[in-house]
């Protein structure tokens, strides 16, 4: 049996940070859900969460796999990259806090849900959404996975543009 390759270990390393960041956030998501539903909220039709729910984690396996693949190795890419990924954590952290108890995968909307303009929504509406991009646009570059990367970028920001629609259709905007 031989030993995983430098690539394999940097493209495992970075799947399991990502990994890890995904089961905090739907653990918070899941909490959050069950206090906003509590209250009354509503989930509309139409969204695309089922569909997310299975794109977002499998583009990060897959720019993983092509990374580990393609023999991704230290580099500025992969500096470049960690730095556009925790750059986009760190924004979407920031939309999490500001919005709360508000913040889940789901789109829920309270009987008393208004729109948020504090922090990072003060200078943009979808400020979690662009964020998610970043977090894509990250890990491809880190994996230096041109093929998946593109595709996953372009697949989840259709599905955003879907779910934007959805949300601000919920919101009454």
């Known amino acids: 049996m031989s030993l995983p390759s430098a690539s394999n270990l940097i493209a495992g390393s970075a799947l399991a940070v990502v990994a890890v960041s995904m089961w905090l956030e739907d653990r918070r998501s899941r909490r959050h859900d069950r206090l906003l539903r509590a209250r009354g909220a509503v989930e509309p039709g139409n969204d695309v969460y089922r ?3 299975v794109v977002y984690p499998s583009a990060f396996v897959a ?7 393609g023999r991704v190795a230290m580099s500025a890419w992969l500096m470049a990259g960690a730095a556009l990924w925790c750059t986009a954590k760190a924004l979407k952290y920031w939309a999490l806090a ?5 913040w889940t995968f789901r789109v829920l909307v309270p009987p008393d849900g208004t729109c948020v303009s504090d922090g990072p929504y003060r200078w943009m509406r979808h400020p979690n959404y662009v964020a998610v991009l970043g977090e894509i646009a990250g890990m491809a570059v880190m994996m230096q996975a041109p093929v998946s990367g593109t595709v996953a970028f372009v697949w989840f920001a259709a599905l955003l543009r879907r779910r934007i629609a959805v949300e601000n259709r919920a919101l009454g905007l």
């Open 63 to 69: 720019m993983a796999v092509e990374g580990g693949v």
């Open 51 to 53: 569909v997310m729910q």
């Open 98 to 102: 500001t919005l709360g108890h508000r």
